[in-house]
């Protein structure tokens, strides 16, 4: 799919086929492509493929990077077409595991609050926000949702606000304030008859869509090559004529960063940076029947490496590594003005 593609013009069903092939071809990247092969399958409402999919990861046999994911998904994915005694299990197994990640917990505790286990969403949300939360300063991107999803759900409990809720308003960016988001009387201003309340709910509704799609969405990011050191130096001493391209490291370095940037200033979002190595870029290029040797399939290679999910978000969350592998903080590193 292409990242312009209007979601309402997806083809779930062949998104999903297509990118089950990419996963045969390049079983390295397996398992962002076949998550992503999944949700097109729940889209598309055949839930056993998608179940099928993750219980292919689960028993590959291949050490996963994010396996507490997988099975968050496969349990929420499950209880929408009645496996809802597996999914419980499934779910009651990562809570009891305490996974350092934000995500499964998100998955787990809104499948519960979807199917009005409140209070279980509640507690979960909390326990998730106590783990990785305390003590640890600034909350990161990742977990304002679990900040934003306990919120809402003790404001449909009822309960007062507590300090986690106040941090949750703390990093909430948006116009309209989370007591508004999360009003559970707001279901009725959709029965009113006075415009001006309806306005109103139309814009609240807007607002929330906005955090929905910020939180939720899986982009395709504009991704610029980056050459570690080594891979680098192999890649000039094999093709000389990409010297040209890479004068030296440093100036590719500041190349990489002064794109990213420049990309940034125009407006444009998603932006991420994808790490190269030399054999796999020589196999792209037999793929394309071109030569290593040629520039131009630089920024071809760069963007299939994007869609095969090996973009790193550019710029970096605060305190994060910097991009270039040299193990300092970005602010310290490349993130300077």
């Not at 999914?87 to 609050?113: H, K, M, Q």
């Not at 300063?137 to 009822?158: I, Q, S």
């Not at 794109?259 to 940034?264: F, K």
């Not at 071109?290 to 305190?319: C, F, H, I, M, S």
């Amino acid at each position: 799919m292409r990242p312009d593609t209007p979601a309402e013009n997806v083809d779930h069903t062949t998104e999903a086929a297509r990118l089950e092939r990419t996963a045969d071809l390049y079983p390295e990247d397996a398992e962002a492509l076949l998550l992503r092969a999944a949700a097109h399958r729940e889209l598309s409402g055949d839930r056993p493929a998608a179940t099928a999919l993750y219980d292919r990861l689960l028993s590959s046999g291949t050490p996963l990077d994010a396996p507490f994911l997988v099975r968050a998904l496969k349990a929420s994915n499950l209880w929408e077409y009645g496996h809802e005694a597996e999914a419980r299990a499934i779910i009651d197994g990562i809570r009891t595991a305490s996974p350092r990640d934000a995500a499964p917990w998100v998955i787990v505790a809104e499948a519960l609050e979807a199917h009005d286990e409140l209070e279980q969403a509640h507690e979960t949300f909390t326990e998730a926000v106590r783990l990785l939360l305390t003590g640890a300063g600034e909350p990161p991107r990742a977990t304002h949702p679990l900040l934003f999803g306990r919120h809402r759900v003790r404001r449909m409990l009822g309960a007062a606000h507590d300090e986690w809720d106040a941090l949750a308003d703390s990093v909430h960016t948006l116009p309209i304030t989370l007591d508004e988001l999360h009003d559970p009387k707001r279901v009725w201003s959709l029965g009113s008859e006075n415009p001006v309340e309806l306005q109103a709910e139309i814009t609240r509704l807007r607002a929330e869509l906005g955090a929905y799609r910020e939180a939720l969405s899986r982009p395709f990011p504009v991704a610029i090559l980056h050459w570690p050191a080594d891979e680098l130096a192999e890649l000039t001493q094999a093709y000389p004529s990409l010297t040209q391209e890479y004068p030296s490291y440093g100036e590719h370095l500041a190349a990489v960063e002064g794109a990213l940037r420049e990309l940034a200033a125009s407006g444009t979002p998603n932006l991420g940076v994808v790490t190269g190595t030399v054999p796999s870029y020589e196999a792209f290029a037999a793929s394309e029947g071109a030569t290593p040797g040629d520039a131009t399939l630089l920024p071809q290679y760069a963007t299939t490496l994007a869609a095969r999910g090996r973009a790193v978000a550019w710029p970096p969350e605060r305190g994060a590594q910097c991009w270039c592998g040299s193990g300092r903080p970005y602010g310290e590193c490349h993130g300077t003005a």
